[in-house]
């Protein structure tokens, strides 16, 4: 199957996302001067917006590919949450499954956005701390309950607190009992939590950390790793994303495949690492991982970098990518 094939084939495709949602705030303004009450830049606001992130951000990707998804997380009783969960429904996403916890904050990444481009600033809001058993199992009770029809389950750890060990480990099993697919990206924290699953993505700087390296692995170190990984932790598939230099999946059987970037002038990376996820759940949903979709990961998070903050491909992306890719 080529790339337009992949493309066409997402819009029947269903998948249910599970993880940590967040909310990506961004206050843009102008560097004026350095303040006199300290050395720090001084920057005159001019805009304040906010998209959908984390786990959020991930099924803002699968809804921008053509896949129908549900998501199921957790977000605070407040302002924050009201405007995670507006937007994921203008965004189409259905349905929204969405436990508001009045005992936590929505997790929010703030980021002061200098003269259009200059990210001077990020300010976490966050409680990372697991969940409470019974929210957990409400969880895992929503994701028995609204998995009919669908053709995938995605986890988005960020090790927020919203997929604990049993959460994880529980949907796992689910999924192997119901022969469903379950794909994540992971932590190294968390790594030995997805015994089992069909695919698990790490960037290069969490395979390293997996592997106990304080230095990031090469290039030339990357299948090996990924295929080490893979067979410990007894994964189908073992992506590492190896950012300018493309990817690595480890596959069952010993096969290992490799693909380069595709280059472009970097513009902002945040949320690439969201694009690569959503568009091989997809491909894995349709059979096994191939060159073409490694290719075609590669080309929808390179359309993302391109574009300042959070982002998602277009539908000019995708077009343009399908012409490319045939």
Not at 179 to 201: D, E, Q, R
Not at 208 to 220: F, M, T
Not at 267 to 276: I, K, L, M, Q, S
Request: glycine fraction near 10%; proline fraction near 5%; include cysteine.
């Amino acid at each position: 199957m080529n790339g337009k094939g992949y493309l066409a084939k997402f819009h029947s495709l269903s998948v249910l996302v599970v993880g940590d949602l967040m909310l990506d705030e961004y206050i843009y303004g102008q560097a004026t001067r350095v303040s006199q009450e300290a050395p720090v830049m001084v920057v005159k606001q001019t805009k304040v917006s906010s998209v959908p992130g984390g786990a959020a951000n991930v099924a803002m990707n699968l809804m921008s590919l053509g896949a129908k998804t549900g998501i199921i997380g957790i977000a605070g009783q407040d302002s924050a949450g009201d405007d995670l969960e507006n937007s994921l429904k203008l965004s189409g996403i259905d349905p929204i499954l969405i436990q508001r916890d009045p005992a936590r904050p929505t997790t929010r990444k703030t980021r002061v956005v200098a003269n259009h481009s200059h990210q001077v600033l990020r300010i976490d809001h966050e409680d990372d701390r697991p969940i409470p058993e019974a929210i957990a199992q409400q969880m895992i009770a929503q994701v028995e309950a609204n998995s009919e029809g669908r053709d995938v389950i995605l986890l988005s750890d960020y090790q927020k607190g919203a997929i604990p060990q049993n959460v994880i480990e529980q949907i796992i099993a689910f999924g192997r009992k119901k022969g469903l697919p379950v794909v994540a990206n992971a932590k190294p924290g968390t790594l030995a939590y997805y015994k089992g699953a069909a695919m698990v993505s790490l960037n290069r700087f969490e395979a390293s950390a997996a592997v106990g390296s304080s230095k990031p692995i090469g290039d030339d170190q990357a299948a090996s790793v990924a295929s080490m990984l893979r067979e410990q932790y007894n994964i189908d598939n073992l992506v590492v994303t190896l950012g300018g230099s493309g990817m690595v999946v480890a596959a069952s059987g010993g096969k290992v495949a490799q693909v380069p970037a595709v280059r472009v002038d970097v513009y902002d990376e945040a949320g690439a690492g969201d694009t690569v996820i959503a568009t091989l759940a997809l491909c894995s949903a349709l059979g096994p991982l191939t060159e073409t979709s490694l290719y075609l990961a590669t080309h929808t998070a390179a359309s993302v970098v391109r574009k300042p903050g959070v982002a998602v491909p277009s539908s000019d992306d995708l077009e343009q990518i399908g012409r490319i890719l045939g």
